[in-house]
């Protein structure tokens, strides 16, 4: 036998597919600073303790997160992600009389977003 009459199975079996880039995760696609990727949390922050300072910061990180939009539905659903870690993290104490309290990064972040979305909406 020589080396041109073997069968080689090879020759029998079709191509393997293209391998697929591996898609990057939202952690990978935006780097923004609140976001925790070995935690898989997309709400990771430390309050101050000063309000006005959390505020800032959450106004900061709102126009961060603003433009970080790429346009894709991907992007889109960040809020979401978001907002349902905003609520896992929970709120920073309560209040004298019994409220919860909610740290001021939040409201900065949230007020911020909300002020854009009147923005857009009025033009």
């Known amino acids: ?3 041109n009459n073997v069968v080689r199975i090879k ?3 079709p191509p393997p597919p293209p391998r ?3 898609q990057k995760s939202q952690y990978e696609l935006y780097r923004l600073p609140f976001f925790n990727a070995d935690a898989h949390c997309t709400w ?3 309050p101050s303790g000063n309000y006005f300072d959390d505020c800032e910061t959450g106004r900061a990180y709102a126009i961060e997160f603003l433009r970080s939009c790429d346009g894709t539905v991907g992007w889109s659903s960040l809020l979401t992600e978001i907002v349902k870690d905003m609520i ?3 709120p920073v104490g ?3 009389d019994g409220g919860v309290r909610i ?3 939040v409201v900065g972040f949230i007020g911020t977003i909300g002020n854009q979305l009147c923005m857009v909406a009025s033009h």
């Open 44 to 46: 990771q922050v430390k």
């Open 11 to 13: 020759d029998y079996l």
């Open 88 to 90: 896992g993290a929970g």
């Open 103 to 105: 740290n001021g990064i």
């Open 1 to 3: 036998m020589t080396a």
């Open 20 to 22: 697929q880039k591996r």
């Open 94 to 96: 309560t209040w004298p």
